[in-house]
């Protein structure tokens, strides 16, 4: 079992930056593909980013070119760079695992994380 706790979130002004960090318990933290996903109020929730076991990473068109998420599996963690923030980033983040992730496929994350509040002020 993995437990995942999210930390870095905040106030922020649009236009800076804040990097967004999530902790996962466990042994097994190389075999899990990572995601990152965002609620914003009286929305659903929506995709982020994600990194695979591999390495490779998947971005949403909203946020590519501005976020970046990475993993340290030595610290067995995942983090997630926003920069140029917009007000429309504001959200609850979530963190999310899975072990299976299907080629051509959209996976389904087993484990989640509390999530941290992001808030991007004009």
């Known amino acids: 079992q993995v437990q995942l706790v999210e930390s870095g979130g905040g106030l922020v002004q649009a236009g800076g930056s804040l990097k967004l960090s999530c902790a996962a318990s466990?042994?097994?933290?190389?075999?899990?593909?990572m995601g990152w996903f965002r609620q914003a109020p009286g929305k659903d929730r929506e995709f982020v980013a994600a990194?695979?076991?591999?390495?490779?990473?998947y971005y949403a068109d909203s946020v590519k070119g501005r976020f970046t998420i990475s993993r340290d599996n030595t610290n067995n963690t995942v983090y997630l760079q926003m920069n140029s923030q917009k007000p429309e980033d504001t959200a609850v983040y979530y963190c999310?695992?899975?072990?299976?992730?299907?080629?051509?496929?959209?996976?389904?994350?087993?484990?989640w994380g509390q999530g941290t509040q992001v808030t991007v002020s004009s």
């Open positions: 999310a695992a899975t072990r299976t992730v299907v080629v051509g496929r959209p996976p389904v994350y087993e484990y």
């Open positions: 990194i695979k076991q591999s390495g490779s990473t």
């Open positions: 466990g042994r097994t933290f190389r075999s899990y593909a």
